[in-house]
């Protein structure tokens, strides 16, 4: 069990400009999230999948955000056109996907858009 | 719409003393719940959880306990300890159907030695 693991940890770009970002799930884990954090707040819901089906996103999500995981294993969080706004936190987590369950977090990529 | 929160923000415990942090959730559809701890630069790590078919579940030094009438769920750590110093967060789900889970604001713990 090698944990959830994110690239890059920290990221640093400028307005307008399109990140990328990487979450490898633990292996047979089934569902991955993602969700973003700012200063004070709690972790806050973006989109999850099962296997590589993408079952529910945000309506906080706008259309500059996008989420894939085309075989089921990782999974890349796109946001494109970036604002100083999108600066936060962003987590990805996984879990067995067989029902209520824990999720099993990375340490995150830190957004900063200057 | 804040569906999970944790009206207070911070805590402060002396050693050896028992820390209680609260949740409130709105939505009585939720059917799961969880507690999570959180270091500076990590993600959460997750330390206990309940299922709405509960009022109580215990693993070590904590205890978490649900109140559905009163849409109420709290952890307690017994005895606290400098290390459980962090920010808690609790999530809930199965309210949608799907498995989203909502997290609270968080409530910052600091274990005084």
């Known amino acids: 069990d090698t944990g959830v693991s994110q690239n890059p940890r920290h990221k640093i770009t400028k307005r307008g400009q399109n990140v990328t970002f990487r979450c490898d799930p633990i292996?047979?884990?089934?569902?991955l999230y993602w969700y973003r954090q700012t200063l004070g707040q709690g972790p806050e819901f973006l989109t999850y999948?099962?296997?590589?089906?993408?079952?529910?996103k945000s309506r906080l999500l706008s259309d500059r955000f996008s989420a894939e995981r085309p075989k089921g294993s990782f999974s890349t969080l796109e946001i494109q056109r970036t604002e100083q706004g999108d600066s936060a936190m962003y987590l990805c987590?996984?879990?067995?996907?067989?029902?209520?369950?824990?999720?099993?977090f990375g340490s995150g990529t830190q957004l900063s858009v200057l | 719409d804040q569906q999970v929160k944790q009206n207070s923000p911070s805590l402060s415990v002396q050693e050896g003393r028992i820390s209680i942090l609260n949740c409130d959730y709105t939505?009585?559809?939720?059917?799961?719940f969880l507690w999570y701890k959180k270091y500076p630069a990590e993600g959460p790590t997750f330390l206990i959880s309940?299922?709405?078919?509960?009022d109580k579940n215990e693993d070590g030094r904590f205890t978490v306990f649900l109140n559905k009438s009163a849409k109420h769920l709290s952890l307690h750590i017994v005895p606290s300890q400098p290390g459980d110093s962090a920010v808690y967060f609790c999530?809930?789900?199965?309210?949608?159907?799907?498995?989203?889970?909502?997290f609270g604001t968080g409530t910052r713990l600091k274990v005084l030695a």
């Open positions: 987590a996984s879990s067995l996907g067989i029902g209520n369950e824990k999720l099993f």
């Open positions: 309940i299922s709405s078919i509960k």
């Open positions: 999948f099962q296997n590589e089906a993408q079952l529910e």
């Open positions: 939505n009585s559809m939720f059917d799961y």
């Open positions: 292996s047979e884990h089934n569902r």
């Open positions: 999530a809930a789900s199965g309210a949608s159907g799907t498995y989203k889970y909502i």
